[in-house]
């Protein structure tokens, strides 16, 4: 899953940046509101989710929300503010938002706030993704196959999630990078297929269908 | 405590008994002097009837059974009395008082007709009626001094109600009510302290209410700077390596700091109120200058930027050093944020029109000309400001510079090559 963090302050952006990442997710980072808004426009399909914070340079938060919303577009928004009122809360929510979190908050808080958002997106009620074999739980970033857990690093988890997110869907590998990787790191060309030669040996090659090019999906059925 | 109305009460009602007893006294005589002459005037037409009868039966029938009448003839024998146990003797003419019988009379004697006429009245009598009449005149009086002392508490009382009910809008009042109490309907001799309480309570609802906007916006500025470091503690956890975990223990430790000087710049903020107990005393600014270097040296070392004391900066101002120092070094600190590397940030200071001008001029890229003054607001934020401020460095520089009856200014340099902090304080000539 990949995340926008619009947020102007360096040190909660850093740490934003940081825990995110720790938790498999591809995180990019803008800190005023016109570079929020050309990252959404000019690679608007990449990203899930945006971090919004309310007072930023140049362009207010809840402006960027607004030319989002108003351009129809619906990914997910997460406002993160230290304007606590209730008439700031109503108003972020009205304008679209799906979730408000006021700072300080706690990163774990944060997290979870982001699955459930990623969960009701899907369409999901279970908070655990699942296939015939697989069980994957984002909360406990736990894997379990036939009862035996399965240790992923954060990159082979977050590329798993992203398949099991659209179970029977074809993902090309530059919409797997994307899910996976900010802009700011070096991506190697062969990069998701060294992640996916790990990841298949860990759960199962036959977890993974690969489509000559066109892309992978992950097997449903038993 | 005295009661403005016990006071009224007591003081005119002992005017009331004074001027009730004065005017009871001046009416007992009256009254009982007129009652004599009175008297005297039935004795005159007395003896003027005396003089027509005969053997003074007509008299007798009058009924006055204590007034004596004698009649002497021309002979000086007495004709008749008509109390022939009290021989009155042949008295002189006019008013007299004699003695019968040991009770005194008092007699008048007249001659008419070639008939001497006495007509006698005891005292004893003449003063009971005398004073029967006087009390009669006096009583009333004694009667109407509580009446008038009852009525006129009444009055005092109703004419101060509305003062009673302005004591009990003020005990009414909660602490952070707004509106002032009601005028109207008071006497005028009130209204100037009611506006005046007005004043004072419009000046401490401004003042509460700057309190509470303060503590709001310094709650809000605390948000920024301890949400960071939550997420920065956050993420201790997840390092994987010694090195990220030193990495990410320098940027808890960074936040820790913002969030220090974060409270350092609120609490001198919050003590930046006018207190008249600071002495101010003659301060060399060349010496504090000096000392501020010393203190910000480390930092600008750190960023690879040079701080340069004006050499000639030699002038002496009215101050405290806990005021001046602070002032400096704000605005130190804030030269410091905006110099890039390899910068150099002057000091100094130089006598003008009989002031003294201090100067901190930076290599940053300046401020928008609308900016300039705006700055000096607390918790004002410029728009994409990259310095990572908190809003209160230069409102604590205003606060301060007021207080020791100076100015501030910023001004960009005119070849745009940096921000000029100009303060002005008064000079004190060595």
Known sequence: ?????????????????????????????????????????????????????????????????????????????????????????????????????VKPFELTELKARIRALARRHAGRIEPQLKTAVLTLDPAARCVVRADRRIQLTAREFALLEALMQRPGVLLSRTQLESRIYSWSEAVESNAVEFLLHGLRQKIGADQIENVRGVGWRIVTGS | MTSLRRRLLLSSSIAIVVVGLICATIAYRQVSAETRSLLDDQLVQIARLAAQTVDGSEIQSRGDEDIVVSVWGADRKLKFSTATRLGLPLP???????????????????????????????????????????????????????????VLALVIRAQLNPVRQLAAQVAQRGPFEHHGLEASGLPAEVIPLVDEINRLLARQNAAAQRERQFVADAAHALRTPLAALQLQADVLEGATSADEYAARFTALRAGVRRAAHLSDQLLSVARSQPDADQDLVALDVAAALGEVIDLYQPAAAAAAIVLRLHPDSHATVRADSRRLLLILGNLVDNALRYTPPGGEIELRARRAHGTVQIEVQDQGPGLPAAELTRVFEPFYRVAGDPGGGSGLGLATVANLVKELGGDVRLRNRLDRSGLLACITLPLIVA
């Open chain 2, 92 to 150: 002189r003419a006019g008013f007299s008082e004699v003695l019968l019988q040991s009770e005194p009379y008092r007699v008048y004697s007249t001659l008419i007709g070639g008939r001497y006429i006495a007509v006698a009245q005891p005292v004893d009598i003449r003063d009971d009626q005398a004073e029967a009449a006087a009390l009669a005149a006096f009583l009333p009086l004694l009667v109407l001094v509580p009446v008038l002392a009852i």
């Open chain 1, 1 to 101: 899953m990949r995340i926008l963090i619009v947020e102007d302050d360096a040190m909660i952006g850093a740490s934003l940046v940081r825990g995110l990442t720790d938790e498999g997710y591809a995180v990019d980072w803008v800190r005023d509101g016109g570079q929020a808004e050309a990252a959404l426009i000019d690679r608007h399909h990449e990203f899930h989710l945006v971090l919004l914070d309310l007072g930023l340079p140049q362009r207010d938060g809840t402006e960027v929300l607004r030319h989002l919303r108003a351009a129809g577009d619906n990914i997910l928004v997460l406002i993160i503010t230290a304007r606590d009122s209730l008439a700031d809360r109503i108003e972020g929510l009205d304008l679209g938002a799906d979730d408000f979190l």
